[in-house]
């Protein structure tokens, strides 16, 4: 694998015009219902990412016909294959747990290895396997292999926790076939809603969307075309860039409905925005000030837009305080905010403190998880001198063309892979001359 990197020059105003890609967290579940039919399921805005590709590795172990051309994915699974999906395919990817529910409604069987991608703390698959095995799935799994068998039946699930992806696989097990099931405590984001869309287009019928309730009627399901929404979580990036940077942005394709939390945040820091026309204009420039951010289920605050606002309190006047209540893991970028003069107190896995205003400092950091990687590039473009951002490829596996994006708006960021960096613009050699002096 190539060792690819972000090199950035902070402190450039972003200005100017970008429009939002397809979230990848609603391309993905989208892409596992076109397994419920034979016909062909046409996705548009899908986001070229590595964690699309990966999923089509799968799809083609299956025997699922498919094309990607652009933004545009077509989707056959006339002739799938009901096989045991090996390690090697499921372990760069969480989300591949999300065949479960439409191979074992297509087949009757799913037998497949455990998933991997971000280690961000604890995802486990109990919530699946027990929400599955209430409709009448026979759990007969070992420590190797998830391996489900039976036919769904009409019933009532109620979730051990908020979990997107469980909601997801019990909606597309539901929807196939002529069953009435009933989901309490499902997780309602917006990439579940859009989920929710796409097969009611394919026949099903579902009651309550954008709910904690819903109630799915399944049917024979059709072939159908769907526009996937686009990402809320890009559009939380962008503004921030855009404000950190003391830039004029204006995005587009906004949603403002799947964004309250995050807006009534951005308010808090005391930050400017207005929308109109599913436009965000946001503008920096104006001082911040501290605020605290408890993340929570939809509509709560975003877990994936924590180490974003995380990088925000750097630069905001006062103590904010981080409350991260959905997994443990997700603080470990404030170490490399350190690395960059971040005055930073960890009180535990799911509490920060954040003292600001800091002026970053460029230095070489690395990228721990999708939405870790992404703090980190807003991080350099706020810093003074140059930031080197290494294992690039999980930021990749949820933002298309980030670099490219950035550049046209003024950033100057560059994407460089194996022996493509200079040492001559080693920022953070500079910098130690430079403390060493002191």
């Known amino acids: 694998m190539l060792d690819t990197r972000y090199r950035i020059e902070g402190i450039s105003p972003l200005r100017g015009e970008i429009s939002l890609g397809g979230a990848k967290n609603a391309a993905l579940p989208c892409m596992c219902a076109a397994l419920l039919t034979d016909e062909e399921v046409v996705l548009k805005n899908v986001p070229a990412i590595s964690d699309v590709y990966s999923l089509l590795d799968i799809f083609t172990y299956l025997g699922v016909e498919h094309q990607l051309e652009g933004n545009t994915l077509k989707i056959k699974a006339e002739n799938l294959e009901c096989k045991t999906i090996p390690h090697d395919l499921v372990k760069k990817l969480r989300a591949s747990i999300l065949v479960l529910g439409p191979l074992l409604a297509r087949c009757g069987e799913v037998k497949m290895a455990y998933p991997g991608g971000c280690v961000i703390g604890k995802r486990p698959v109990y919530a699946h396997i027990d929400s599955l095995v209430q409709l009448g799935a026979e759990d007969i799994s070992n420590d190797e292999v998830l391996h489900l068998k039976g036919d769904i039946k009409n019933g009532e699930v109620i979730l051990p926790e908020f979990s997107v992806t469980a909601t997801e696989n019990i909606l597309m097990a539901a929807a196939y076939g002529n069953n009435k099931v009933h989901i309490k405590l499902a997780a309602s984001e917006p990439h579940v809603q859009d989920l929710c869309d796409l097969l009611v287009s394919m026949g099903a019928n579902i009651e309550g969307i954008g709910s904690h309730d819903l109630v799915i009627k399944g049917s024979k399901l059709s072939g159908t075309e769907h526009f996937v929404t686009t990402d809320y979580l890009e559009a939380g990036f962008f503004a921030l860039a855009g404000i950190l940077t003391g830039g004029d942005l204006r995005i587009k394709g906004f949603r403002e409905e799947q964004m309250v939390s995050f807006m009534k945040t951005?308010?808090?820091?005391?930050?400017?925005?207005?929308?109109?026309?599913?436009?965000?204009?946001?503008?920096?420039?104006?001082?911040?000030?501290?605020?605290?951010?408890?993340?929570?289920?939809?509509?709560?605050?975003?877990?994936?837009?924590?180490?974003?606002?995380?990088?925000?309190?750097?630069?905001?006047?006062?103590?904010?305080?981080?409350?991260?209540?959905?997994?443990?893991?997700?603080?470990?970028?404030?170490?490399?905010?350190?690395?960059?003069?971040?005055?930073?107190?960890?009180?535990?896995?799911?509490?920060?403190?954040?003292?600001?205003?800091?002026?970053?400092?460029?230095?070489?950091?690395?990228?721990?998880?999708?939405?870790?990687?992404?703090?980190?590039?807003?991080?350099?473009?706020?810093?003074?001198?140059?930031?080197?951002?290494?294992?690039?490829?999980?930021?990749?596996?949820?933002?298309?063309?980030?670099?490219?994006?950035?550049?046209?708006?003024?950033?100057?960021?560059?994407?460089?892979?194996?022996?493509?960096?200079?040492?001559?613009?080693?920022?953070?050699?500079?910098?130690?001359?430079?403390?060493?002096?002191?």
Not at 289 to 309: E, H, M, R, S, Y
Request: glycine share 10%; charged share 25%.
């Open 266 to 438: 951005l308010s808090s820091l005391g930050a400017m925005w207005s929308v109109e026309d599913s436009v965000l204009h946001v503008k920096g420039g104006k001082s911040l000030k501290a605020c605290n951010v408890k993340t929570n289920v939809f509509p709560g605050f975003p877990t994936d837009l924590q180490a974003a606002i995380g990088v925000a309190m750097t630069q905001a006047s006062g103590v904010s305080r981080v409350f991260e209540r959905m997994f443990e893991g997700r603080l470990g970028y404030l170490f490399e905010l350190e690395k960059m003069g971040a005055h930073v107190e960890i009180l535990n896995a799911h509490q920060a403190l954040i003292i600001g205003p800091t002026q970053l400092r460029g230095r070489t950091v690395t990228s721990n998880d999708i939405r870790a990687g992404a703090g980190m590039v807003l991080a350099g473009l706020c810093a003074r001198g140059e930031t080197l951002i290494t294992d690039v490829q999980y930021i990749e596996r949820g933002y298309e063309k980030l670099e490219e994006k950035l550049r046209s708006v003024g950033a100057r960021i560059e994407r460089i892979e194996d022996g493509q960096v200079d040492s001559s613009h080693d920022y953070n050699k500079v910098e130690r001359q430079k403390d060493s002096s002191m």
